[in-house]
């Protein structure tokens, strides 16, 4: 198992990676695990890892593992849906703006989940909406009144 560790340090963009290659580019060397471990400036254990992965795998053992962490707590389907139901509620008739309160009640009644505020914004962006929205106008506001008001003449305008 005879590797050009030098281009593979050098060809590397992941840090990771290329501080594994170089642990074992030492321990090929012949230097000593606690030796390559003060060198780097990284736990002895870490060397250990690196160095049994190598000689069990070779060059693939140093690789990354995926990174899975928690499934989410809706599917593909439900994101979907959530979007739509979004998208047609976000504006009123009456005047209003759908909340994080009212999407939050919706995902509990339809999909027996809960998420915190904060969690539903993540959710939205997520699924390619944002929380920006316009000003909310009263459902009464009356164009022509607020026109009229601009032209009533103000003492104090020279």
Not at 89 to 98: F, I, K, M, P, T
Not at 101 to 118: A, P, Q, R
Not at 142 to 151: C, L, P, V
């Amino acid at each position: 198992m005879k590797h050009d560790f030098q281009n593979l340090i050098n060809s590397t963009s992941n840090a990771r990676l290329r501080m594994r290659y170089l642990a074992v580019s030492h321990f090929v060397d012949g230097k000593s695990r606690t030796q390559i471990a003060k060198y780097l400036k990284v736990s002895r254990v870490s060397v250990n890892k690196w160095v049994k992965a190598y000689l069990d795998n070779g060059l693939e053992g140093l690789q990354e593992k995926p990174h899975t962490g928690r499934p989410h707590r809706l599917t593909d389907e439900q994101k979907s849906q959530l979007k739509e139901y979004v998208i047609e509620h976000a504006v009123n008739e009456s005047g209003g703006r759908l909340q994080a309160k009212d999407i939050g009640l919706y995902i509990e009644s339809n999909f027996s989940t809960s998420y915190k505020k904060s969690a539903l914004y993540q959710l939205l962006h997520d699924i390619g909406l944002s929380w920006i929205t316009t000003r909310s106008e009263h459902p009464k506001q009356s164009i022509e009144a607020q026109e009229a008001f601009k032209k009533i003449p103000n003492r104090n305008d020279p």
